[in-house]
């Protein structure tokens, strides 16, 4: 897990809090939106919304955003907590006038393309690799 590190656990009880000071850099510059899932003090997810990255198969200004770092924590996952999230997000940016929402998922998480499809990122940007490996570009229309 990519995002291991940042939930609290007994080898890292701050791990969470780390992740916040990294969270609010980011967002402090702007180009970013960071939404945290959260129930009886448990953090269960996160996505975030980059407005501008400079690649417009991600990003135009005004018209299309980004859903990055999109992660529910293992124990979490396949309660609906995902698509929640997604759901939220994506209305978070209909609301704010974007027309569409971009997303990279690596073509080996099958289970992370399986959801992003049941949620409407059926149209293929392209596919791609990077030094992460090879993945494919989704967009969803809003």
């Given at each position: 897990d990519k995002i291991r590190g940042?939930?609290?656990s007994p080898r890292n009880p701050?791990?969470?809090e780390k992740q916040m000071m990294i969270w609010r850099q980011l967002?402090?510059?702007g180009t970013r939106i960071i939404f945290v899932c959260r129930h009886e003090g448990r953090y269960l997810g996160e996505a975030a919304l980059i407005f501008d990255n400079g690649d417009p198969d991600y990003t135009i200004q005004g018209?299309?955003?980004c859903l990055s770092e999109m992660t529910v924590h293992k124990e979490e996952r396949n309660k609906g907590i995902g698509a929640a999230l997604i759901d939220h997000v994506c209305a978070y940016a209909a609301d704010r006038g974007y027309a569409e929402m971009?997303?990279?998922v690596d073509l080996d998480n099958v289970p992370a393309r399986h959801l992003y499809t049941k949620m409407g990122f059926t149209h293929v940007i392209r596919e791609d690799e990077d030094e992460g490996g090879k993945y494919v570009k989704l967009?969803?229309?809003l």
């Open positions: 940042i939930w609290p701050k791990g969470f967002m402090n510059k018209r299309r955003i971009s997303l990279g967009l969803k229309v």
